[in-house]
């Protein structure tokens, strides 16, 4: 068990070391590209064991570069799922290609190989380019698994670790097993700024200069394009202050597995589905992810009594108002409209108490008892 300090003392401490990196920057005079942004790079991709960082102004920037630095572009079919965040799917779209999308494994809410084989099997109209899995909730893909299919069918891996800091499958991190990955650091992720951040990784040291120069005009000399290029820089004052919070990053990976644990045992015999974890996976619990047929009437219920809940998501993608109709689907995907019928996501930071996560559990217990069986 994690020691539980005095949240206030944690607090202040923490204040402290983010307040002295701010001063730090301020006091430098340097706000675009200095050492904070060349320290972070290298620091986050040493975390992760690969061998190349650029930052970038978002999480959906960081995708885009990503898939611009394969130059995906238009009439190319990008292989993601619905059930995700809409930035996956607009990134796509913002280089213009084409966005193909697949169900997921009903379990861990993640990309379906099965499912990706059958889309490949019969693609829709256009040049298959590209996979991106996404390791959903703190989940890892199955990487060995979409990797085979990527290798069969000749196909660049972009991993979205949007929500995966830290997140590990067979010893190896998330973001190190495609050929290139996005990572964002948007306040609320496990390891976020304050204010917008988005990294690219990848071990490929022409493809990680091909982003570099892609992240800003194509700048090799200042004010000379050698490629056409964009605007996503991550600025000094974020990247010292994902420094600091790079540091606790374990210790509050740690606490969530913990709080993760807690959930696990207080809700076995709730007559919820649980998250699923698979053999040498590292879940890192961005979200705590359960499953219930009448997610509705526990979330009012819940709600009633000051806890608070969200659906990650409440509706995919390919049935949003801007998507419905027009994206092309070969394959049926049952699993994903199933599961944001009943997903709910449970309270999950680093900062919650045991007591917090017990009461939420009987709290859930009495909605149990007063409503009775499914």
Known sequence: MVPQTDPKAGY???????????????????????????????????????NHATGAGNGTDAL????RAYDVGPGDLVFTVSHTAVATVAAIELVGAIPALVDIDPETYTIDPDSLEAALAKPPKGRPKAIIPVH???????????????????????????????????????GSWGDIAAFSFYPTKNLGALGDGGMVVTNDG?????????????????YISDIPGGNSRLDELQAAILRVKLRHLESETTRRCELAGFYDSWLVNSGLSLPVVGTGVRHV??????????????????????????????????????????????????????ATREILSLPMYPQLTDEQVRHVCSTITQFQQYMGPP
């Open 136 to 174: 959903l909730y703190g989940n890892p893909v199955d990487m060995p698994a979409i990797l085979e299919i990527a290798r069969h069918h000749e196909l660049v891996v972009i991993e979205d670790c949007a929500q995966s800091h830290g997140a590990t499958l067979n010893g190896r991190m998330t």
């Open 285 to 338: 619990y961005h979200q705590y992810v359960v499953r219930y047929s009448r997610r509705d009437s526990l979330a009012k219920y819940l709600k009633q009594q000051s806890i608070n809940t969200l659906i990650h998501y409440p509706v995919p993608v390919h049935l949003q108002p801007a998507y419905l109709g027009r994206l092309p689907q070969v394959v049926g995907l049952p699993h994903t409209e199933q």
């Open 12 to 50: 202040l401490a923490y204040k402290a070391e983010i307040d002295e990196a701010i001063q730090r920057v301020l006091q430098s005079g340097w706000y675009i590209l200095g050492q904070e942004v060349s320290a972070f790079e290298q620091e986050f991709a040493a975390y992760l064991g690969v």
């Open 206 to 222: 022409s493809l990680a200069e091909r982003v570099r120069l892609l992240q800003q005009y194509g700048w090799r000399q200042r």
């Open 64 to 67: 885009e570069l990503a898939l």
